[in-house]
């Protein structure tokens, strides 16, 4: 369902925003529905988590003295180092 939305913006900005939009060959309404989309979407993913890593938490147990800072210094180490 479309509905009507009011902004109020820099003059400046929207004439930039149109002949951008104008350019990429969409309206301004597009445009700004699309990058709209993409803000809400990008916080709904970063809060959801995937089966896949539901199942895989917990798989793995180290022993509590295990340093994996230092796994992870040795690693990066030996790659820009060793070549």
């Known amino acids: ?22 350019s990429k060959k969409t309206s301004l309404s597009k445009m700004i529905e699309a990058y709209l989309d993409r ?3 990008e916080e709904t993913a970063k809060a959801e988590i995937s089966p896949l890593v539901k ?3 917990g798989v793995l147990s180290l022993p509590k003295t295990h340093d994996l800072k230092k796994d992870y210094g040795d690693y990066l180490a030996d790659k820009y180092l060793n070549g």
């Open 55 to 57: 199942s895989l938490s």
């Open 1 to 22: 369902m479309e509905t009507k939305l009011t902004l109020v913006l820099d003059k400046a900005i929207i004439e930039r925003a149109k002949l951008y939009a104008s």
């Open 39 to 41: 803000v809400t979407e």
